[in-house]
């Protein structure tokens, strides 16, 4: 018995020992690949490093590198995805097992980044396709989209499949609370209506609608998108101004009626060419928070939060979508600026006629964020 | 005069003989030539459709093929946010590996493109991938990563919502790439070997699809850029600029090197011949009849081919713009052509694969094979082989 309990003991000490030397060794390489930055730098010596990782083929790595991923900038994940690739490709053709429980242990750890939890399924998939899918009911309300978008769709597919009216209201309600993919929210949204369900989208997504908008300001030869108008140095709504050809710029109330939370300037200004107009609101946060502000504008474009320039793009008529550009940006606890400059160019195609934006508040995985001073559930939309 | 021999005679002409690998748009020197590869010409799908392989993603890149390898890039996942490099066995169509990475830039592209638009390139011993998404990546012929960078993530307004498509180029130990859009536009040469800019230049803020050709020349080989100013002659290294162009060009269509002469889709198709020393290139003539659509020209033999939006093709004499013959094959076209056995190979849209012999004569269509599916992407040929692929599927056409 003593004997017994002396060679459990050795073999529970050679295993720390040997994962305590896992991490030693790629405790140098992983730093080194976290390091890269913008325009190559550390490039060199991350390929060193991924080498050393690779040829390590040793699948008891992988948690490490996958931990390595979390907080790690875009390029970084990109170094250590292919190591995990690598590294796994090696494993498998040497006959080696990939450690499914420790990855599912990580996959279902939300602490842990949305992007190494998605490359941990994609491992445990490889392997073992069907404990991969007896996950992902788990995954509706994940913070992860690539995850959460497996799991909507299982809804969804159900939903479409079922015969009951209540049992299809049930499972479409319950895919488009979850959704966060314009495809998918668009097919639940649609079969709701169709069932004869009231569904409010642009509160789902969170466009905001209300809007206070002036125009036109000079934006003849595209001057207008560096100039400085008087918008852009102190908000008055009482105030107007002498715009364009001498026509008055003055603020004008303007609420979207669109579920995508499209405003257009066309609407109170006419369909004006070579102008500026800018929008502005204020957001009300329950409390000071990260967020993101996303947009879809196919004008050149300026945008403030609270007096701050957040992003400039000088880009015309190349196309527009939901959640084109993404904005970090922080909110304050109670009231927030947003201001937000729209420039039309010159041309006069059918396809230049748009003036207009769509832009949201929302978290990192693209769920809604309302101003407290929002009006409630509008069911038309 | 004499000038000018001496300049002609300094310029070697590319005229690839086949057989070789195609490591980059449009092949050797960007000519679309393997004059020598015994590709069939008569196509029969029964007969010659050696293999074909599922692709994990969409594409518009052509394939390149590095010794028994052939590679392809492809993009899919949510919102095409998943790029992809796969390496396929020449001989059988099965899969080496594949590597994925995430997008650090913007997806967004017109719904007929992609992000995985700009075909990849090889210098032989390294891939360099890259996508609408402004991310290069340089791998091994073994999938081994060398380094990556985020073009978009170091400047952060280069992205066009229509979608990127300029292809790679590689001389030497730089790697050239242009990034034109409306709003942060610039070229870039890259040291192979890490991934840092060796020089980047601005460039016109206006979208440009077009990819830079190569002209060979004793001095050293220039980097041909073109935008819709017209075209910048830069040394590959350095990117200090020889010469420029200034009457504007396409921004869709690439131009091709043969003859000695630079033919440059401006005003319909313009002929130009570098001049040793001089800030400006000769212009050799113009021919606005010649103008191509979408589809690059190419030059074979005493002719240059374009093609325009219907599906004609036109036949113009190199020396002189002169056109010589025209024909009507199926379009439209998105793939530029490509040329081997005597023949051009056009695959349209709908992914009709075409074969029209060339030589004395008109040209008169040889074969064809309906491959079935959407096919925007130019075809590869290597190892008397033509490879084409569409958003699912990468075939390879053979005896």
Request: glycine letters at 8%.
């Amino acid at each position: 018995m003593r004997t017994i309990r002396l060679l459990a003991c050795f073999v529970a000490l050679f295993c720390v020992t040997s994962a305590h030397a896992a991490e030693i060794a790629l405790a140098g390489p992983i730093r080194t690949i976290r390091a890269v930055g913008a325009k190559g730098e550390g490039n060199a010596a991350a390929a060193n490093a991924w080498q050393t990782i690779v040829k390590r083929a040793d699948p008891g790595d992988l948690i490490d590198l996958l931990k390595s991923m979390n907080g790690a900038n875009d390029l970084a994940t990109n170094w250590f995805r292919s190591a995990v690739e690598a590294s796994t490709d090696a494993a498998l053709k040497a006959g080696k097992k990939l450690p499914v429980n420790d990855l599912r242990a990580f996959l279902l750890d939300r602490d842990n980044d949305p992007r190494p939890r998605r490359l941990a399924y994609e491992l445990i998939a490889r392997v073992d396709g069907k404990q991969a899918a007896s996950l992902i009911d788990g995954f509706l309300d994940d913070p992860s989209v690539e995850l959460r978008r497996d799991a909507v769709a299982r809804v969804l597919k159900q939903a479409d499949g079922a015969i009951k009216k209540e049992d299809k209201i049930g499972k479409f309600r319950t895919a488009l609370n979850a959704a966060r993919d314009v495809d998918q929210i668009d097919h639940a949204a649609e079969q709701l209506r169709e069932l004869g369900q009231q569904v409010d989208l642009a509160r789902h997504f969170g466009f905001i609608l209300r809007w206070s908008l002036i125009a036109p300001f000079n934006n003849a030869d595209g001057v207008g998108f560096a100039a400085v108008y008087a918008p852009e140095k102190k908000v008055d709504l009482r105030s107007a101004f002498e715009g364009k050809d001498g026509k008055p710029a003055k603020w004008v109330k303007f609420v979207s009626d669109d579920a995508y939370g499209m405003v257009d300037f066309n609407k109170p200004f006419g369909e004006l060419k070579g102008v500026v107009g800018y929008a502005f609101t204020e957001f009300h946060s329950d409390k000071a928070r990260e967020a993101e502000i996303r947009l879809g504008c196919k004008n050149a474009w300026k945008l403030w939060v609270n007096g701050k320039e957040v992003w400039a793009r000088e880009e015309y008529h190349r196309g527009m979508r939901i959640d084109q550009y993404r904005l970090k940006v922080n909110l304050k606890k109670g009231k927030n600026t947003i201001l937000f400059k729209a420039c039309q160019d010159e041309r006069t195609y059918s396809w230049t006629k748009q003036w207009q934006v769509q832009l949201r508040v929302c978290d990192a995985t693209g769920t809604a964020i309302l101003s407290t001073d929002r009006p409630s559930q509008v069911a038309s939309r | 005069m004499r000038r000018i021999a001496l300049t002609v005679l300094l310029i070697s002409i590319i005229i690839p003989l086949g057989g070789a690998d195609w490591m980059r748009f449009r092949g050797p020197g960007a000519t679309g030539l393997a004059l020598d590869a015994k590709v069939p010409t008569k196509l029969d799908a029964k007969k010659h459709i050696a293999w074909k392989a599922d692709l994990p993603g969409r594409g518009l890149s052509s394939p390149i093929i590095v010794g028994d390898r052939v590679i392809v890039t492809a993009s899919g996942g949510r919102d095409q946010t998943r790029l992809y490099v796969i390496c396929f066995n020449a001989k059988d169509g099965s899969k080496r590996w594949e590597r994925q990475f995430w997008a650090t830039g913007r997806t967004m592209s017109h719904r007929k493109t992609c992000v995985a638009a700009p075909s990849p390139t090889s210098d032989g011993k390294f891939i360099y991938a890259f996508y609408s998404t402004n991310d290069v990546i340089c791998l091994d012929l073994d999938g081994n990563l060398q380094w990556l960078r985020g073009l978009t993530h170091d400047y952060p307004n280069a992205s066009n919502s229509l979608g990127m498509s300029s292809s790679l180029m590689v001389v030497g130990d730089t790697l050239i790439t242009q990034v034109e859009n409306d709003s942060e536009s610039f070229a870039v040469g890259l040291d192979t070997k890490t991934g840092v800019n060796r020089w980047k230049m601005s460039r016109p803020a206006a979208a440009n699809w077009t990819s830079p050709i190569l002209l060979k020349r004793k001095g050293g080989d220039l980097a041909l850029l073109q935008s819709s100013a017209g075209m910048t002659a830069v040394e590959p290294k350095t990117g200090k600029v020889h010469w420029q162009f200034r009457d504007g060009a396409s921004t869709i269509p690439s131009g091709v090197v043969g003859h000695g002469l630079i033919m440059i889709p401006s005003n319909g198709l313009t002929a130009l011949r570098h001049i040793e020393g001089s800030e400006a290139p000769e212009i050799v003539w113009k021919q606005s009849r010649l103008g191509p659509s979408t589809a690059s020209p190419i030059a074979v033999g005493d002719h240059v081919f374009v093609t325009n939006k219907v599906g004609v093709i036109s036949a113009a004499n190199v020396k002189d713009g002169e056109v010589a013959w025209r024909l009507r094959i199926q379009g439209p076209f998105s793939a530029s052509p490509v040329a081997a056995n005597g023949h051009l190979y056009f695959v349209n849209e709908k992914g009709l694969l075409q074969s029209v012999k060339i030589g004395a004569g008109e040209g008169e269509l040889a074969g064809s094979i309906d491959l079935g599916q959407t096919v925007l992407g130019t075809p590869a040929i290597a190892g008397d082989a033509l490879y084409v692929r569409s958003d699912r599927t990468l075939w390879k056409i053979a005896e």
